[in-house]
């Protein structure tokens, strides 16, 4: 177990040798304060854009399903009628410059492994850049569109925004609700009184305050051939290795123990680079892993790896919400 899982475990099980980082969970908040304060004075250098701006972020460390959530709202506000597009830091993307309008047959290495999934599966105009306001800019002199989904960015304040969706693991929830490096949280548990929508993947029905939503498997997709077979491809019982280098690989092993396959699992850093020798594991088994994992091996996929498609469903009440918002914010043209 690498220093970030022990982390992890010691954040979401409440290890009392955490008391020892105190002193500098309490400079990181005052920093994240200070930070959030100047924005809502309006201080400093904000941009704000002349179409909505929707984020879609987390108060955590470690995976939350922003990706298939942010892969839902595209289809949504198209079906409305709603041009969109996206913006993102691109973690990890070595760009020949910022900011970078990512293209479908880009490497994830250039382009970064979350935005090269969005742009493969949506076609979406989508713009990486550390600097979202500068992202921002770039989307909008290259695109007519009517809303921009930033993914991630819950804590970019030179970016204003419209409105905040906030996810959270509901199996999970928010560890020890102490701030970095003594717990998960990216700002102050306080914070979640002031965003507009709060999210809980995996929740079964909608919780008080918030609302629901599900990644629900749809297919199996060969990373060789791009062919989509029904999850009845494998039977009951059928053993593969499972490979997850996602914010938090557990949720996915999980996913492939509900399909009841026998599923020997294999956990990367979220972000993992991979290669054909890192992935040779015995005995030789069928192989499945996430689409996220799956940008970054197709070129040297092998002819039994598959990666498991997933969708984001959130429930009628979020859709509904999400609808009156997006008519307040998008009123029809007279």
Same mark, same amino acid.
């Given at each position: 177990?690498?220093?970030?899982?022990?982390? *992890?475990?010691?954040?979401?099980?409440?290890?009392?040798?955490?008391?020892? #980082?105190?002193?500098?969970?309490? *400079?990181?908040?005052?920093?994240?304060?200070?930070?959030?304060?100047?924005?809502?004075?309006?201080?400093?250098?904000?941009?704000?854009?002349?179409?909505?701006?929707?984020?879609?972020?987390?108060?955590?460390?470690?995976?939350?399903?922003?990706?298939?959530?942010?892969?839902? #709202? @595209?289809?949504?506000?198209?079906?409305?009628?709603?041009?969109?597009?996206?913006?993102?830091?691109?973690?990890?993307?070595?760009?020949?410059?910022?900011?970078?309008?990512?293209?479908?047959?880009?490497?994830?290495?250039?382009?970064? $492994?979350?935005?090269?999934?969005?742009? %493969?599966?949506?076609?979406?105009? #989508?713009?990486?850049?550390?600097?979202?306001?500068?992202?921002?800019?770039? *989307?909008?002199?290259?695109?007519?569109?009517?809303?921009?989904?930033?993914?991630?960015?819950?804590?970019?304040?030179?970016?204003?925004?419209?409105?905040?969706?906030?996810?959270?693991?509901?199996?999970?929830?928010?560890?020890?609700?102490?701030?970095?490096?003594?717990?998960?949280?990216?700002?102050?548990?306080?914070?979640?009184?002031?965003?507009?929508?709060? *999210?809980?993947?995996?929740?079964?029905?909608?919780?008080?305050?918030?609302?629901?939503?599900?990644?629900?498997?749809?297919?199996?997709?060969?990373?060789?051939?791009?062919?989509?077979?029904?999850?009845?491809?494998?039977?009951?019982?059928?053993?593969?290795?499972?490979?997850?280098?996602?914010?938090?690989? %557990?949720?996915?092993?999980?996913?492939?123990?509900?399909?009841?396959?026998?599923?020997?699992?294999?956990?990367?850093? $979220?972000?993992? %680079?991979?290669?054909?020798?890192?992935?040779?594991?015995?005995?030789?088994?069928?192989?499945?892993?996430?689409?996220?994992?799956?940008?970054?091996?197709?070129?040297?996929?092998?002819? $039994?790896?598959?990666?498991?498609?997933?969708?984001?469903?959130?429930?009628?009440?979020? @859709?509904?919400?999400?609808?009156?918002?997006?008519?307040?914010?998008?009123?029809?043209?007279?």
């Amino acid at each position: 177990m690498g220093l970030t899982d022990r982390l *992890l475990a010691a954040w979401y099980a409440g290890h009392p040798a955490l008391t020892l #980082l105190r002193p500098l969970e309490l *400079l990181y908040r005052q920093v994240v304060q200070r930070r959030r304060t100047r924005f809502l004075a309006g201080e400093g250098e904000i941009y704000r854009a002349p179409v909505p701006v929707l984020v879609v972020g987390n108060i955590t460390v470690g995976g939350t399903g922003k990706t298939p959530l942010i892969l839902w #709202l @595209i289809e949504h506000c198209r079906s409305r009628g709603l041009r969109v597009g996206v913006v993102s830091r691109g973690y990890g993307a070595t760009p020949p410059c910022f900011p970078w309008r990512v293209g479908a047959e880009q490497a994830a290495s250039v382009a970064g $492994d979350e935005p090269l999934l969005i742009v %493969q599966r949506s076609g979406v105009a #989508l713009m990486i850049d550390p600097d979202r306001g500068r992202a921002v800019r770039a *989307l909008l002199a290259a695109e007519p569109l009517d809303l921009i989904l930033s993914d991630d960015g819950l804590q970019h304040y030179r970016l204003a925004r419209d409105l905040e969706l906030v996810l959270i693991d509901a199996a999970r929830g928010l560890g020890n609700h102490r701030c970095l490096p003594a717990g998960p949280l990216r700002e102050p548990v306080e914070r979640l009184r002031s965003v507009d929508a709060l *999210l809980y993947n995996g929740a079964d029905r909608d919780p008080a305050g918030g609302y629901a939503f599900n990644l629900q498997p749809q297919a199996l997709v060969n990373l060789s051939t791009g062919e989509r077979r029904l999850l009845s491809h494998f039977p009951p019982g059928q053993a593969l290795h499972a490979v997850a280098g996602i914010g938090n690989p %557990q949720r996915f092993f999980a996913t492939l123990e509900a399909l009841h396959w026998r599923a020997i699992p294999h956990a990367f850093a $979220d972000h993992a %680079q991979y290669s054909a020798e890192r992935l040779a594991f015995s005995p030789v088994l069928p192989l499945v892993m996430t689409e996220k994992d799956a940008v970054k091996c197709r070129a040297f996929a092998a002819a $039994d790896w598959w990666y498991l498609a997933v969708d984001a469903q959130p429930s009628a009440a979020f @859709i509904a919400w999400l609808d009156a918002q997006l008519a307040r914010l998008l009123p029809p043209a007279p």
